[in-house]
């Protein structure tokens, strides 16, 4: 028989809710529960009526930590690269999450989830057929209200790429519970719907990074589930291959394609041209690393890597659209940059150990309910994997929550395997 919770456990269970009720909607509500995480997970240590959670992560956080630490110290403006640690604070909440789960909220905590999302996914739905958008300022509908004839969806977001990050992770957390977790009908239903209109939000948001990070978390979602028998996956893989490179040698096809929203996103994704100013963000992105190796330029130090851009500029006459503030529009690229060989070790580390732990938990336990998680975190860390390649993902906030809240998971799940084998 289960013991009764505390006060201290019982509002860390609440505040872990109020997370998954918040990550589609707002930032606000995002940093709020993660406060609340804090204050209640501290509370209940100091009683000690709840052990710290032990793995990995106890050792890749802070060690990625410590790299930033030197990287902000050696940079040539150290105050600014302390100054960017308030962006660190997030960093707890994996070890918030794994502190306040507890298996009988589960159902809580994804019905929350699932209405949100199914709710905020249905507006995003109508956003992108009409244009409709009344949860934001005017300054933000100005910005971001049509792009090349394409209403995007947008959510209650700032930025259509940061909705399209969130709905990434979220549909990768949803869709696997509405399948295989073990669910009541209803509340399958529910999630399912709801993991279905993430992943439209995802595309509607209609950023090329978000569109390769949902085809990536699909494949690796059918590989899982296939096993053995995924090599029938080659086939419709090897064809859409065929298909992206017939489109982009094919000037005629292009043209055609362009007649339509999603096919002249498509072509210009495929384009070097239109591309020009990323892979040139990428070129001065490299020269920076080339000069900087071991330390990076520090983090938040946009005028040193201003510098490379100008030289990129001398040699190449391509006026940036984007400045170096902005960063290079890759995570892993813009962590060499500003962390080094050093940090990025780290970083890499820290999310392959969470992946290998989620893996142990898909291959180990028996339970849906946990097998099925494990799945939502290996198909989530794929896809915004994928879509880092394209996109400075993890520095965004609402997007970094909601990674955050994958590592937390998986932390949760390399705790219950190593239980089980303990017993």
Known sequence: MTPPRSSAQRSLGWALSLLFFSLPFSIAGDDFSIFLLYLFGLWA???????????????????????????AALALNPAAGFANFRSFWHFGLPFLVALALRKEDLARHFTLLGSVTFLIGCYALVQHQTGLDVLRSPRLQAEYLQYNDTWLAVGAFSHHLTFGGVMLVISALLIPQALWGGWSRWRRVLLGLAGALAAYGAFASFGRSIWLGLMVGSLLLACLKLGRRAWVLMVPLALGLAVLVTIQQSPNL??????????????????????????????????????????GLGPNQGPQLQTYYDQVHQETGHKFYHIAETGVHNIYLQT???????????????????????????????????????????????????????????RDGEVQAAILTLHGLGLWLYQHTSNAQAR
């Not at 498509?266 to 071991?294: H, I, K």
């Open 254 to 295: 292009q043209e055609r394609l362009r007649e339509y929203r999603f096919g002249n996103r498509l072509v210009n994704g495929l384009s070097q041209e239109a591309n020009a100013d990323r892979l040139l963000m990428w070129r001065a992105g490299r020269q920076a690393v080339q000069e900087n190796f071991w330390f």
């Open 45 to 71: 240590l100091a009683q000690r009526q709840t052990p710290w959670p032990k793995g990995g992560l106890n050792l890749w956080i802070p060690a990625f930590l410590f790299a930033a630490t030197l990287a």
């Open 336 to 394: 060499l940059v500003d962390f080094g060989v050093l940090g990025f070790c780290f970083l890499m580390t820290w999310w392959i150990w969470v992946f290998w732990a989620s893996w142990r938990a898909w291959v180990e336990l028996v339970d849906p309910l946990e097998r099925a998680l494990a799945l939502s975190v290996m198909v989530g860390l794929a896809a915004v994997w994928t879509a880092g390649f394209f996109e400075n993902n993890f």
